[in-house]
């Protein structure tokens, strides 16, 4: 099994897979910066909060580090349907 292989896909990918930003994250979202998530920051001159996105299966991470649950679906379908198998 090559996992690596099936989040490489993931990320080089993305839009061919649904998602629409491969570096990008869901949490701490705000179109004019990368907020951590749930920070406020002074953003063009008003304060702004860093949400969630509107539509977070759209991302492949929820923050920094974590996949968000559409892209750990993606990737368990790949194991499950023999996809990371080596005799695939």
């Given amino acids: 099994m090559n996992i690596y292989k099936t989040k490489y ?3 080089s990918e993305a839009k061919q897979h649904g998602f629409v930003n491969p570096l990008g994250f869901c949490c701490g979202h705000h179109k004019d910066s990368n907020l951590k998530c749930w920070d406020d920051a002074v953003v063009n001159g008003p304060k702004v909060h860093g949400a969630s996105c509107s539509n977070p299966s759209e991302y492949i991470s ?3 580090i974590h996949y968000i649950e559409a892209a ?17």
């Fill in 9 to 11: 896909s993931l990320i």
């Fill in 62 to 64: 929820w923050d920094e």
């Fill in 72 to 88: 750990n679906y993606w990737t368990s379908n790949q194991i499950l349907d023999g996809s990371l198998s080596h005799l695939h």
